[in-house]
């Protein structure tokens, strides 16, 4: 099965679900912004790779409005050289616009995560032969004041149903790109890993968030980065390599 299939599975069972207060819209980018999120799959997921980087789940100004993890609009667009028609979803908070493309706000976890890429490996072609990166969850939660909500503060009867739709489109990302590491960027990331590929043969370990949202990251989230993913004994190119 190809990621594409995989997505579109997703997609399609977790399009499927209700959920109740406090949430009072989901953003489904699978759906209104597919045709970006499958020419990332076609482009950068095709073959084996060392390392998958796990997300959590749609950020505001990131895949909510690229449709690709992380997807802050000037990295997706003039790194990873992306850029497609973005629908509207069917309901829309006014303080959540989706602008797609034409978005003025960066994302700045986006920005810190394909920023470290682009400087560390130059290009993305560089970057994929050894790295993927996926979210867990394919939807953005919020509230009816338009504040986000992250999967792990849904109700519990929402979060099972969601999360095993989850699981197994993870175990089957897992079968098509056949990692060595699963990296949690993030603790929730980590820890929907060790339960979905229990008894799986990979090491599974964590990275901080980049998110701005918290302290730690705004302290040389590259540097910590960086330092957590050779303490999993990933082996990154030396600083020089992507000028080379």
Not at 15 to 33: D, E, K, R
Request: glycine share 10%; with cysteine.
């Amino acid at each position: 099965m190809r990621l594409q299939a995989v997505a579109q599975a997703l997609s399609a069972e977790t399009a499927a679900l209700a959920f109740g207060g406090p949430v009072a819209l989901v953003y489904h980018p699978l759906s209104y912004a597919w045709e970006a999120h499958a020419a990332y799959l076609e482009r950068y997921g095709q073959a084996r790779r060392s390392v998958l980087l796990l997300g959590m789940n749609p950020g505001q100004f990131g895949m909510a409005q690229t449709g690709v993890p992380f997807g802050d609009v000037d990295m997706v667009r003039d790194w990873l050289g992306i850029q497609a028609r973005i629908e509207a979803p069917p309901n829309v908070h006014p303080k959540r616009p989706v602008l797609g493309f034409q978005c003025p706000r960066r994302e700045v976890s986006g920005q810190r995560l394909w920023g470290w890429a682009r400087a560390r490996f130059g290009t993305p072609e560089r970057f994929f032969a050894q790295f993927f990166v996926a979210n867990y969850c394919p939807l953005a939660f919020m509230t009816d004041t338009g504040r986000n909500l992250t999967p792990n503060a849904l109700p519990a009867a929402e979060r099972a149903p969601l999360f095993a739709a989850c699981d197994q489109a993870l175990r089957a990302t897992v079968d098509v790109l056949a990692p060595d590491y699963l990296v949690g960027i993030g603790r929730f990331a980590e820890e929907r890993a060790l339960a979905a590929l229990s008894g799986r043969k990979l090491c599974i370990g964590r990275i901080l968030h980049p998110s701005p949202a918290s302290p730690a990251a705004n302290r040389d989230w590259v540097g910590q980065a960086e330092q957590g993913l050779r303490q999993l004994g990933i082996s990154l190119p030396d600083a020089g390599a992507a000028a080379d």
